[in-house]
C-alpha cells in the first residue's frame, strides 16, 4: 500500500510539472527582455528606449484617421501586440561588449529563425529574425550594431513584412532599409 502511494504521488508530481511546462511554453510570446542592456544607457550620448504596449498600441491606433497613410498604419498596427526598441549612440567605440549583443542574440532561438544576418568590418551587423507561429509571423526581431551604436527593434504580434516598411519612422521604429515592392519610375537622364 505504502509503495502504491508513493507511485501516485510521483505520478502527480510528474503529471503537474508537464501541466506547468505546457503552460510555460503557451505563455511565451515574441518579446525580447532588453533590461540587461540598461547599464549601457550610462556610456551612450543618446538613448532611446520605446516601450508600446497592447493597450497604447490601442491608443495609438485610435488616434490615426481612417484616411492615406495614417489608414495603412494604422491597419498594419491593429493586431500588433507591442513595439520596443532600444537604441545607444556612443561617443567612442567598444563602449558596449559582444556580450552584451549576445544577451539579445541567445533569447533569438526556436521559435525564432533568423531571416537575414549582414556583417562587415567596417559598417557592423544587421540580424533581423522572425517568430514563427505555424506559417504566420508571430514577431520580429532586428539587431543592429556598429562601432558606436548598438539598436534592438521588437515588434511583438503579427508582422506582414510586405507592409513593415510603412512602420519605419513611426513608434519608434528607426529606417531599417526595407524597400517596398511598388515599381519605382525610372530617372531617364
Given amino acids: 500500500m505504502k509503495s502504491l502511494l508513493q507511485k501516485l504521488r510521483l505520478s502527480l508530481i510528474a503529471a503537474l510539472l508537464l501541466l506547468m511546462a505546457v503552460l510555460v511554453a503557451q505563455a511565451q510570446d515574441a518579446r525580447i527582455q532588453t533590461a540587461s ?22 491608443v495609438a491606433s485610435k488616434l490615426l484617421s481612417d484616411k492615406g497613410d495614417e489608414k495603412e498604419v494604422k491597419d498594419i498596427i491593429a493586431g500588433i501586440k507591442g513595439i520596443y526598441v532600444k537604441s545607444f549612440e556612443f561617443e567612442a567605440d567598444g563602449q558596449y561588449t559582444p556580450a552584451d549583443v549576445e544577451s539579445i542574440r541567445s533569447q533569438l532561438r526556436a521559435p525564432w529563425s533568423r531571416l537575414l544576418n549582414v556583417t562587415s568590418k567596417k559598417e557592423g551587423g544587421l540580424e533581423v529574425y522572425v517568430w514563427l507561429n505555424g506559417e504566420q509571423i508571430g514577431g520580429l526581431a532586428v539587431i543592429a550594431f556598429e562601432d558606436r551604436e548598438f539598436t534592438v527593434v521588437n515588434i511583438v504580434g503579427p508582422v506582414d513584412l510586405n507592409k513593415l516598411a510603412k512602420l519605419e519612422g513611426q513608434f519608434g521604429v528607426p529606417d531599417l532599409g526595407i524597400e517596398s515592392k511598388q515599381a519605382k519610375p525610372k530617372n531617364d537622364q
Avoid at 542592456?37 to 490601442?58: C, F, P, Q, Y
Fill in 37 to 58: 542592456l540598461d547599464h549601457l544607457a550610462a556610456k551612450a550620448s543618446e538613448t532611446v528606449d520605446v516601450n508600446i504596449d497592447g493597450r497604447l498600441m490601442h
